[in-house]
Nanobody, 121 residues
Framework: QVQLVESGGGLVQAGGSLRLSCAAS????????MGWYRQAPGKQRELVAT???????NYAGSVKDRFTISRDNAKNTVYLQMTSLKPEDTAKYYC???????????????WGRGTQVTVSS
């Protein structure tokens, strides 16, 4: 089994910064892409940012130039540095990893339980 544990969420004023972390653990052979998604109350979960194993990144337009995704492959950890936060960034942020288990050839998505980010105006 694979566990993804997020940390770093909290309450911050508009214009502030937060850094989210997500560590993957368990029986892992390899990890392809990792990413962050978010879901605000009454809204669908949406992509925030993704990063491949080689470091190629992709961002939602609403966070580009404010958020930076990075990863430490040796630690199976992905980070999200969030700056210039806005009230509309308020959501529960979920970590995602595309993981291959030992003895299997295919990858499957794993999800963390989420960490709350609240931005006050």
């Amino acid at each position: 089994q694979v566990q993804l544990v997020e940390s770093g969420g909290g309450l911050v004023q508009a214009g502030g910064s937060l850094r989210l972390s997500c560590a993957a653990s368990g029986s892992i052979a390899s990890i392809n892409a990792m990413g962050w998604y978010r879901q605000a109350p009454g809204k669908q979960r949406e992509l925030v940012a993704t990063i491949t194993g080689g470091g190629t990144t992709n961002y939602a337009g609403s966070v580009k130039d404010r958020f930076t995704i990075s990863r430490d492959n040796a630690k199976n950890t992905v980070y999200l540095q969030m700056t210039s936060l806005k009230p509309e960034d308020t959501a529960k942020y979920y970590c995602n990893a595309n993981v291959r288990l030992p003895l299997l050839s295919s990858y499957r998505d794993s999800w963390g339980r989420g960490t709350q980010v609240t931005v006050s105006s």
